[in-house]
C-alpha cells in the first residue's frame, strides 16, 4: 500500500509539473518580445558577450528539447526556441547560455552533475531491472536487494539534488543577462521570462523529490531493521 501510495503521489507530482511548464511556456511563446530578436540571435549574442566562441547553436525539432551538451559544446534549442520571437524563446534560449557560461567559467555543481551522468545511467538501469531479477529467478536475496536500491536511489537522489543548483542558478544568469543587454525591459517581459523559468524548475523540483521519496521507502525499514530477518 505505501509503495502504491508513493507512486500515486510522485506521478501526481511529476504530472502537475509537467503540465505546469508546458501551460507556461505556451502562455508567453504567444507574447513577442520587444526587442524583435529570436531565441537563435539572442544566444549568439550571449555567448559573444561571455568570449565564448567555439559553442555551436543548431535547431532541433522536438518541443522543449533544448540543451547544452558539454561534451560536445552544442547548444541545442528547439525550433520553436530558435526561430521564435517570444519572451519564452527568449527565455529559454537564455537559460542554456546559462549552462554554456557554467561550462565556461568551470562552475563546480555542473561539472559534479557532468562526472556523475555514467553511475547515474547505471543506477537508473537497476532500480528498472532489479526488482524483476528478484521476483522472477530469486538470484538476489530481499536483504540484499533491499541494499542495491538503497544505493542506486541515493545515487539518483543525489544526481538530482546537484541539478537544482544547476538548472537555478542558470536560470538566473538568463534573467540578468537579457535584461542587462536590452532584449527585456518592461515588468511584463521580466515577468514573462521568469514565469517561465520558474516553472521549468518545478520539474527538477519535482525529480528531486520523486528520487528522495524512493529512497526513504527502502531505506528506513533497513534502518528500523523491519528488513534484519528477511533472508532467514
Not at 547515474?120 to 524483476?132: K, S
Not at 542495491?148 to 537555478?168: D, K, S
Not at 528531486?208 to 521519496?213: I, P
Request: aromatic share 10%; with cysteine; charged share 15%.
Amino acid at each position: 500500500m505505501m509503495l502504491l501510495l508513493l507512486f500515486a503521489g510522485t506521478m501526481a507530482l511529476s504530472l502537475w509539473a509537467m503540465y505546469r511548464v508546458k501551460s507556461v511556456y505556451n502562455r508567453f511563446s504567444e507574447i513577442p518580445a520587444s526587442s524583435g530578436a529570436t531565441g537563435a540571435e539572442v544566444a549568439a549574442a550571449i555567448l559573444d558577450r561571455a568570449g565564448i566562441r567555439d559553442v555551436t547553436i543548431e535547431a532541433i525539432d522536438e518541443m522543449l528539447g533544448d540543451h547544452y551538451d558539454p561534451s560536445q559544446k552544442r547548444l541545442v534549442l528547439s525550433s520553436q526556441n530558435y526561430y521564435g520571437r517570444s519572451l519564452a524563446a527568449l527565455g529559454v534560449s537564455a537559460h542554456e547560455c546559462g549552462h554554456a557560461i557554467q561550462h565556461q567559467i568551470a562552475y563546480a555543481p555542473l561539472h559534479w552533475r557532468m562526472a556523475a551522468v555514467g553511475i547515474t545511467t547505471f543506477a537508473n538501469q537497476i532500480v528498472m531491472w532489479l526488482p524483476l531479477i528478484g521476483m522472477f529467478t530469486g538470484l538476489i536475496k530481499p536483504y540484499t536487494g533491499a541494499w542495491i536500491m538503497v544505493f542506486a536511489w541515493g545515487v539518483i537522489m543525489a544526481f538530482n539534488l546537484i541539478t537544482l543548483p544547476v538548472e537555478f542558478d542558470a536560470s538566473r544568469r538568463a534573467k540578468v543577462i537579457l535584461a542587462d543587454m536590452g532584449f527585456i525591459g518592461t515588468p511584463t517581459e521580466i515577468n514573462g521570462v521568469k514565469q517561465t523559468l520558474d516553472a521549468a524548475a518545478w520539474t527538477y523540483v519535482a525529480a528531486f523529490v520523486t528520487s528522495l521519496g524512493y529512497l526513504l521507502y527502502h531505506l528506513l525499514p533497513l534502518i528500523m531493521g523491519g528488513s534484519r530477518n528477511r533472508d532467514e
